[in-house]
């Protein structure tokens, strides 16, 4: 089993997590709607990844929904002491599957609710207030009304620290101006590099920052790039993507996610992936070398 303790740990909220977390997204069925294709392998995922040494899960009540909340209840509750579970609100799922904005106070407060019930908890750790769509990346608008709305829901004693997703640097600036932020989930990965500014802005306030899509976004040839190194660092392309990241910055934290036994090893693995700095050059060029 994988030491995921080499990549070492970070300060999330008020707690220390390991860097190398678990996204429960997919969990859920096919487009993250439904239950799970295969229930019991769900549970055994969520259960190897904590005796593994992950103590930081991100999921959702609206993936499903309320679908993954109630496997990682089933799987692990009561939960361990040291275990940082990581929620957000700000959209439903409509009855076809569509993702369905949900940024009013009153959907704010619901989704709130959902998360506590199907976690079995009174307290949610973290939530982060999801902005926009994550496909289309963010966009400039205010968000002072939303987090405000989240931020008295933290007041009212039912979560502990706040986060965003999907958001924007000055979104980032506007929020902490309400309450202080802890975590910053956005797109980002090794071609996808927009964040660069923010990521390092957020370690010097000691802030997490949370990539989603490590390998979203590569065209064909950045992916040919990629498996060339992860080729001659004997690793797959996923390890040598996730270890770069890792390589990035000290705030980064990492939720890759699957419904595998076995693709949770792989992934877990890349904590073991020292990339010698040479190899960390080469890959930050290659969304370079291709744009020129």
């Given at each position: 089993m994988a030491d995921i303790a080499k990549a070492g740990t970070f300060t999330l909220g008020?707690?220390?997590?390991?860097?190398?977390?678990?996204?429960?997204?997919?969990?859920?069925?096919?487009?993250?709607?439904?239950?799970?294709?295969d229930r019991e392998a769900a549970l055994a995922v969520l259960r190897e990844a904590v005796?593994?040494?992950v103590n930081h899960i991100d999921t959702s009540d609206f993936y499903g929904p309320h679908v993954t909340n109630r496997v990682i209840r089933e799987a692990l509750h009561p939960y361990p002491d040291d275990l940082v579970i990581v929620t957000k609100v700000g959209t439903f799922r409509g009855e076809d599957g569509s993702w369905v904005p949900a940024q009013t106070p009153a959907d704010l407060a619901r989704g709130v609710h959902?998360?506590?019930?199907?976690?079995?908890?009174d307290?949610?750790?973290?939530?982060?207030?999801?902005?926009?769509?994550?496909?289309?990346?963010p966009t400039e608008a205010s968000i002072e009304e939303r987090f405000t709305a989240v931020a008295e829901l933290q007041q009212r004693g039912l979560i502990r620290h706040l986060g965003?997703?999907?958001?924007?640097?000055?979104?980032?600036?506007?929020?902490q101006r309400v309450a202080p932020v802890v975590c910053v989930q956005n797109h980002y990965n090794l071609v996808h590099r927009a964040d660069d500014a923010l990521i390092d802005m957020l370690?010097?306030?000691?802030?997490?920052?949370?990539?989603f899509f490590p390998l979203g976004g590569f065209n064909h040839i950045q992916s040919e790039?990629?498996?060339?190194?992860?080729?001659?660092?004997?690793?797959?392309?996923?390890?040598?993507?996730?270890?770069?990241?890792?390589?990035?910055?000290?705030?980064?934290?990492?939720?890759?996610?699957?419904s595998r036994l076995a693709h949770l090893h792989e992934n877990l693995a890349a904590a073991d992936l020292v990339l010698p700095e040479d190899v960390v050059s080469e890959l930050s060029h290659i969304a370079q070398d291709q744009s020129e």
């Open positions: 008020d707690r220390s997590v390991m860097r190398m977390g678990y996204g429960a997204m997919q969990l859920a069925g096919p487009g993250v709607f439904g239950p799970p294709k005796a593994a040494g959902d998360n506590l019930r199907n976690l079995g908890v307290v949610l750790d973290v939530v982060n207030l999801r902005v926009g769509d994550s496909m289309r990346g965003l997703s999907n958001v924007t640097a000055a979104q980032v600036a506007e929020a370690a010097e306030q000691r802030i997490a920052y949370v990539p790039a990629l498996s060339g190194v992860a080729q001659r660092a004997g690793a797959s392309p996923m390890q040598v993507a996730l270890a770069w990241l890792l390589a990035r910055a000290p705030n980064v934290l990492l939720i890759p996610g699957t």
